[in-house]
């Protein structure tokens, strides 16, 4: 009896060193279930999609694109996780993802002994950044407000404003899939400088002077990219 508790010691230990926590401790929420409309969310009788992805920022950009929104993420780094997508399935249920998309990269490994008094046992743990992202679709209003243009714009960080040698301008953050500005040739990343002549200092100017054109009018915008001047015209959708 003493001897199964002393392995029972081991056991245990070995579970302290690899650590047990889940994915749901590390589980940022973006925007609450509340907030996303009930057709929106997964279904008590839907399963969730979820992806391993090797070019994980490039998928998050491709589902963002085609109108869907990131309502949660998790970032840790852990031991392998055999029950990985199990936890990943129940966060989707939990906070209404339709889908989920994660990436791991080996870190470490971690080496050493355990045990107590004849019971001695060495390990080693391999060890992964994990990296996941949970994704709700937009609702039809919201997916027209930005395909009626195409464009989502971000103020400039400091790196990016340093590299441009300029402070003012809107970064692309993104261009909506079949929008006018898709068909245009628009990029993220492209710095708008200008629409219909008027100074665009900051997304919020560049939102205000969109939200101001009605109808079928057409848009001139002067941007920036790779550091030349380049000029496209679009037309909204409505």
Request: with cysteine; charged share 20%; glycine share 6%.
């Amino acid at each position: 009896m003493r001897r199964y508790a002393e392995y029972i010691l081991i056991v245990l230990s070995l579970i302290f060193i690899s650590g047990c926590s889940t994915v749901s401790d590390f589980y940022t929420e973006w925007i609450p279930i509340e907030a996303i409309p009930e057709e929106n969310r997964l279904k008590a009788d839907e399963t969730p999609q979820i992806y391993y992805s090797t070019d994980i920022y490039s998928d998050i950009y491709f589902l963002r694109s085609n109108y869907f929104w990131i309502i949660g993420s998790a970032s840790y780094n852990g031991p392998d996780n055999d029950s990985l997508d199990s936890e990943i399935t129940d966060l989707c249920r939990e906070n209404g993802a339709k889908i989920a998309v994660y990436t791991y990269q080996y870190t470490n490994t971690i080496t050493g002994i355990t045990g107590y008094r004849d019971y001695i046992s060495s390990y080693s743990i391999d060890r992964y950044d994990y990296l996941i992202y949970f994704f709700s679709p937009m609702s039809l209003d919201e997916s027209m407000y930005f395909a009626r243009v195409g464009i989502s714009c971000r103020d400039m960080n400091t790196s990016e404003r340093m590299a441009l040698k300029k402070n003012t301008g809107a970064y692309i953050d993104i261009v909506y899939s079949d929008s006018p500005a898709y068909n245009a040739n628009l990029f993220p990343g492209d710095i708008i400088t200008e629409v219909n002549g008027q100074e665009v200092p900051n997304a919020e100017t560049y939102d205000a002077i969109i939200n101001s054109i009605y109808g079928d009018q057409p848009i001139q915008i002067t941007f920036i990219r790779d550091g030349i001047t380049h000029y496209a015209e679009l037309t909204p959708l409505f």
